[in-house]
């Protein structure tokens, strides 16, 4: 394996792991006392989808994962606790996670394929 290729995916999920974990906490300071907290990581299929397009999909993948901590943790009662009490909180994590994945895979740059010599 290239090493110019694992050190390009440690950087890129360097980068998703910051944008998206800083995204996730303002949106939830933004947002925890409102109504609409339960889609907003539903938002962050969209974050995905640009990510994935901008940065790659190591950095969408790894972003979602961090975002979904964050979420759980910080947004959702118990707060402080991966555990998340109500069920349509838990729905959209769960909405967030697969279809921010599949929004990063379908909307990821295809690498350069290798000149058949």
Same mark, same amino acid.
Request: zero cysteines; a neutral charge; glycine letters at 6%.
């Given at each position: 394996?290239?090493?110019?290729?694992?050190?390009?995916?440690?950087?890129?999920?360097?980068?998703g792991l910051s944008l998206f974990t800083a995204l996730a906490v303002f949106s939830t300071l933004a947002t925890r006392q409102t109504p609409y907290q339960t889609s907003v990581p539903l938002l962050f299929i969209i974050v995905a989808a640009l990510v %994935?397009?901008?940065v790659g999909k190591t950095a969408a993948y790894v972003g979602l994962a961090a975002s979904t901590v964050v979420f759980a943790v910080m947004l959702f009662e118990p707060r402080g606790s991966l555990h998340?009490?109500?069920q349509a909180a838990r729905v959209s994590l769960a909405w967030m996670l697969m279809g921010?994945?599949?929004?990063?895979?379908?909307? %990821?740059?295809q690498g350069k394929t290798p000149k058949n010599e």
């Open positions: 394996m290239d090493l110019s290729f694992r050190a390009n995916s440690l950087v890129q999920g360097i980068v %994935a397009f901008f998340v009490d109500a921010g994945l599949a929004a990063a895979w379908i909307f %990821a740059r």
